[in-house]
């Protein structure tokens, strides 16, 4: 049976190669709009899923939460690569309440309470905030050479938001801890 730190070992590898291939991009000046933003986004995912998989591993929710607070840092570089795409400026104002509000509830959850549950609610929360808005600007791009890309990373950031609502509403309902499986 596979450990939970082992899947976000796993899944660090993938963001990390994910992020040196925009990186590529980004350096070769592909003419695409954001792609220094979606790099970092990958590799602040991926630092997070690397320090997550060290916390769970240990058990220590000092570890996870640092972990976690990379993934809201990694949505908001997201975010801000789709205004890039767009030629929008960035927000932010919107960037700082997420990162105080979302940050402070997840800190809260893991070092104050230890309530994995409370962490991922509050993480779940920043992703339908920050998703939910940038696939309502996706959906709203009139470019005509844009509005067909924007619309299918519209939909993905849609289902994201809809599946963080899913977990947002059903995670404090499942009981206990998470186990190692």
């Not at 970092?40 to 060290?54: C, D, I, P, R």
Request: aromatic letters at 8%; charged letters at 10%.
């Amino acid at each position: 049976m596979l450990h939970m730190s082992s899947i976000l070992l796993s899944l660090t590898v993938v963001q990390f190669i994910m992020a040196v291939v925009l990186v590529v991009f980004w350096s070769v000046r592909t003419k695409a709009n954001g792609l220094k933003e979606m790099a970092l986004a990958t590799a602040l995912g991926g630092a997070g899923t690397l320090v997550a998989g060290a916390g769970t591993a240990q058990t220590d929710f000092h570890l996870a939460a640092a972990g976690t607070i990379c993934f809201v840092f990694a949505a908001l570089s997201a975010a801000r690569s789709m205004c890039r795409l767009q030629q929008r400026p960035p927000r932010p104002v919107l960037e700082a309440a997420v990162v105080v509000f979302g940050g402070g509830a997840i800190a809260y959850f893991a070092l104050a309470t230890n309530s994995v549950a409370g962490i991922l609610v509050s993480l779940s929360a920043v992703y339908v905030v920050v998703a939910g808005l940038t696939a309502r600007d996706l959906f709203a791009e009139t470019d005509p050479a844009l509005k067909s890309g924007c619309r299918i990373l519209g939909v993905l950031f849609a289902v994201f938001t809809a599946l963080h609502v899913v977990r947002m509403v059903t995670r404090p309902f499942m009981a206990g801890v998470p186990g190692p499986g």
